[in-house]
């Protein structure tokens, strides 16, 4: 199984050379500046010692999903060998003497990637474009999207589907359930009412409370939300 220490010493010439990039736990590196959505990259262990297999991801923090920053994101995919056929997603074995230069290149290429997603509706644009999985596009999270990026009308459309909805109908009495009801309730008056100031502040609460203790915590940065920006 891979450690943090091989991870360590194996992206130490990465973190030599970009000063936005940040080893956060021993197989976890994030770029820098971290504000509404982290972009993580994770070198990920396998059942095998001689393998791994390194995998992006782009996880948004403000959400009502309780702990958001201590979890995968939903937007994400592996880290592939250069120049191989995209179905080769493994292949990465520490006793192979041209992973490190490998790697490193998939890497760099990963970086520039995650460069161009700078603000909230780059990484949204880039989820709803390239992801064709439902998980991360359910209306539960459009809602909050819309919120955060100022398209109030149709979050409002949203709010129809999301009230009719079953999930949210059922009275759940379990963490992170219940809380993640709560959360999502609170945003029917504000939203009707058009009080950008209040959807902000909640959003801005839940997400200082989902990265509270985590490891996001010390590299975070309070931002805007392009609701609180827009003309």
Same mark, same amino acid.
């Given at each position: 199984? #891979?450690?943090?220490?091989? +991870?360590?010493?194996?992206?130490?010439?990465?973190?030599? =050379?970009?000063?936005?990039?940040?080893? +956060?736990?021993?197989?976890?590196?994030?770029?820098?500046? &971290?504000?509404? +959505?982290? $972009? /993580?990259?994770?070198?990920?262990?396998?059942?095998?010692?001689?393998?791994?297999?390194?995998?992006? *991801?782009?996880?948004?923090?403000?959400?009502?999903? &309780? =702990?958001?920053?201590?979890?995968?994101?939903?937007?994400?995919?592996?880290?592939? =060998?250069?120049?191989?056929?995209?179905?080769?997603? $493994?292949?990465?074995?520490?006793?192979?003497?041209?992973?490190?230069?490998?790697?490193?290149?998939?890497?760099?290429?990963?970086?520039?990637?995650? $460069? *161009?997603?700078?603000?909230?509706?780059?990484?949204?644009?880039?989820?709803?474009?390239?992801?064709? %999985? *439902?998980?991360?596009?359910?209306?539960?999270?459009?809602? &909050?999207?819309?919120?955060?990026?100022?398209?109030?009308?149709?979050? =409002?459309?949203?709010?129809?589907? &999301?009230?009719?909805?079953? *999930?949210?109908? %059922?009275?759940?009495?379990? /963490?992170?359930?219940?809380?993640?009801?709560?959360?999502?309730?609170?945003?029917?008056?504000?939203?009707?009412?058009?009080?950008?100031?209040?959807?902000?502040?909640?959003?801005?609460?839940?997400?200082?409370?989902? +990265?509270?203790?985590?490891?996001?915590?010390?590299?975070?940065?309070?931002?805007?939300?392009?609701?609180? #920006?827009?003309?």
């Amino acid at each position: 199984m #891979t450690t943090a220490r091989q +991870v360590r010493k194996l992206v130490r010439p990465l973190l030599e =050379r970009h000063a936005d990039l940040t080893l +956060v736990t021993g197989h976890m590196l994030w770029l820098t500046p &971290v504000t509404h +959505v982290t $972009r /993580e990259i994770w070198i990920d262990r396998t059942s095998s010692a001689l393998d791994f297999n390194p995998q992006w *991801t782009l996880n948004p923090l403000f959400l009502p999903n &309780v =702990r958001a920053a201590a979890h995968a994101g939903f937007c994400w995919d592996f880290i592939r =060998r250069p120049f191989e056929p995209s179905e080769a997603a $493994r292949g990465w074995c520490w006793d192979d003497p041209s992973m490190p230069e490998d790697l490193f290149a998939s890497i760099e290429r990963t970086l520039r990637f995650f $460069r *161009t997603l700078d603000t909230l509706q780059a990484c949204r644009s880039f989820t709803e474009a390239h992801m064709d %999985y *439902t998980w991360g596009k359910d209306f539960f999270e459009n809602l &909050v999207f819309d919120i955060a990026l100022g398209n109030l009308n149709l979050a =409002r459309c949203w709010w129809q589907k &999301v009230e009719a909805s079953p *999930t949210f109908q %059922y009275p759940h009495q379990e /963490e992170p359930w219940r809380t993640w009801r709560l959360r999502i309730r609170s945003l029917r008056e504000p939203l009707m009412d058009d009080d950008r100031a209040a959807l902000a502040t909640l959003l801005h609460r839940w997400e200082r409370e989902n +990265v509270a203790g985590t490891k996001a915590e010390a590299i975070w940065q309070p931002s805007p939300f392009p609701l609180e #920006t827009m003309d």
